[in-house]
């Protein structure tokens, strides 16, 4: 399952404490919560659900929520530590206005002295000219804004998923790639971060999987000493 849009900056999402500390819960074996800061109206889970931690790997983490069966991988900031968010602080009361002076009376003029009128009367002023103001025309973006988020899970027996998000469609389930695609991959990306993060993975893998080989030719050189000796008995 791919990890949901990134909104609802009001509300905290997991700090790297909380991920230092669900990181340990898990390797202790203790049960770790954390809650969906979005609803998912496909699997039938509101916002605030509880789900339970199964693992962490930097800042993705994959749980399996209450009443699905599925596992979810989510980013740190879909999630979060209580079940409610924090009460939003009270905004701050303006401070009283302070009372206006009370205005002085205005000084009485003096009649204007008229002049005695000439022979031939004054032109008038012409009006000033007053340019017409355009109108205002607010354009609106017809276009929504869409992103895609793909996301890559590695487990420690070397299997490899991706799940990807468009827009607010989720898929069901995230979907099953080979180890060598997903180095190709990391390789074509340029991200030095994230190919040491992928290779520091199969690389753990691979040295399990020589261990493992190692203990069973053992055992079936073992195997093979018993059948020669219980051959040599007939």
């Known amino acids: 399952m791919p990890p949901r849009r990134r909104s609802q900056a009001a509300t905290p999402s997991l700090t790297a404490d909380d991920l230092a500390r669900l990181t340990a819960a898990v390797a202790e074996g203790r049960r770790a919560t954390v809650y969906l800061r979005e609803a998912v109206p496909g699997l039938g889970l ?43 602080p ?4 303006p401070a009283p206005k302070k009372p206006a002076a009370p205005k002085k009376p205005a000084a009485k003029k003096s009649p204007a002295t ?28 017809t276009r929504t804004a869409k992103s895609v988020s793909v996301t890559v899970y590695g487990s420690a027996d070397n299997e490899w998923f991706v799940a990807m998000t468009r827009g607010t469609t989720k898929p069901p389930r995230a979907r099953a790639v080979a180890p060598e695609a997903v180095d190709a991959a990391m390789r074509e990306l340029g991200d030095t971060i994230a190919h040491d993060a992928v290779t ?16 069973l030719s053992r055992e079936l050189e073992a195997a093979r000493q018993a059948l020669a000796v219980l051959d040599s008995t007939d």
């Open 46 to 88: 509101e916002a605030g659900s509880s789900a339970r931690v199964l693992s962490v790997a930097g800042t993705a983490v994959t749980v399996k929520p209450r009443g699905v069966d599925d596992e979810l991988p989510y980013e740190a900031e879909e999630l979060r530590i209580t079940k409610n968010a924090p009460p939003k």
């Open 90 to 93: 009270a905004a701050k009361k």
């Open 114 to 141: 008229t002049a005695p009128r000439t022979g031939a009367p004054e032109p008038a002023e012409a009006a000033p000219t007053v340019a017409p103001r355009r109108p205002t025309v607010k354009r609106t973006s």
């Open 200 to 215: 520091s993975v199969m690389s753990a893998a691979r040295e399990d999987a020589k261990r493992r080989v190692d203990e």
